[in-house]
């Protein structure tokens, strides 16, 4: 199995995180390097909680081969998913032409922490991608200020490679993640 | 820490002096800001004397900011509308800040 992500930052103005570090915003000089540094603190932010927060398109991609099955489970740990379309082949290969799946073969079937993609009936094939898209439909601004003091711990003080051990870490990321941390039990 | 950003609070108009000419002949000189940059100010360090009759007294401020690379000449410093000249530039070691010492016109 096997999940593709693209992810898009466009939520994140960039104007907003200079406020934040006070740089002018004619000051274009760290543009780029602001930009960079926002998409690594929200790849963190997600590991952190384990769960996609940015809008992200999602292809699950199973190549076994996968016979008469009728309730198979493709658990999707990520919450807001979105099942935009199921394909399927059944020729040998990845060169084989992929059938769209109506939707009323399949349920979604939601939980708390993760997404089940339920078959109603036996479908076989070799090749099953599953399109879904997922991420916070609005990012809560508790985790995009946590998004923001990592960008700025990382401007301001990681790419010098040098903290002096007077300074204490104040541990608010993490203490500003903890509530949407994505756990399975 | 290399600078805290919640201290950064005083903001400074990095300016150059631009030369052109008028339809005349005549050099204009203006000054231009080329960058703005948010700064922390350290202890004012009141007034600095240009001789040793205590004579012709400048403000002198010092101001502590990320890195920024600032020239002593041709370049002044506009601080809540006044302009400043760049007295001193100091770059702290490993810690990617400039402390800026400023001085007000005679």
């Known amino acids: ?185 | 820490m290399a600078a805290q950003t919640a201290r950064l609070t005083e903001r400074l108009e990095l300016q150059e002096l631009v030369v052109s000419g008028s339809s005349y002949g005549e050099a204009i000189e203006t000054w231009q800001t080329t960058r703005i940059v948010y700064a922390t100010q350290q202890a004012q360090k009141g007034k600095l004397y240009s001789n040793n009759y205590d004579q012709f007294a400048m403000d002198y401020i010092s101001f502590y900011c990320r890195y920024t690379p600032f020239l002593r000449k041709g370049t002044r410093v506009l601080y809540k509308g006044e302009p400043y000249k760049i007295h001193n530039v100091n770059t702290v070691t490993r810690n990617q800040a400039t402390i800026i010492d400023l001085i007000t016109y005679l």
């Open chain 1, 1 to 185: 199995m096997l999940i593709t992500k693209t992810k898009s930052y466009d939520q994140f103005a960039i104007s907003e995180i200079k406020e934040d570090l006070n740089i002018d915003e004619s000051d274009l000089t760290y543009n780029g390097q602001l930009k960079r540094y926002l998409r690594s603190a929200i790849d963190i932010a997600e590991q952190t909680i384990q769960d996609d927060i940015v809008p992200t398109t999602c292809i699950l991609e199973e190549n076994s081969y996968l016979t008469n099955f009728v309730y198979i489970n493709y658990p999707i740990y990520s919450t807001n998913v979105k099942v935009t379309s199921i394909q399927i082949s059944t020729g040998f290969g990845s060169g084989n032409t992929l059938t769209t799946l109506d939707p009323s073969t399949y349920a979604i079937e939601k939980f708390n922490n993760y997404t089940n993609i339920r078959f109603k009936g036996s479908i076989s094939g070799t090749r099953l991608l599953i399109n879904y898209t997922s991420g916070f439909p609005i990012i809560f601004e508790s985790v995009k200020r946590a998004i923001f003091l990592k960008v700025g711990e990382m401007f301001d003080v990681d790419r010098n490679g040098y903290t002096s051990n007077l300074v204490q870490k104040s541990n608010a990321f993490e203490r500003m993640l903890s509530p949407y941390v994505n756990s399975l039990y």
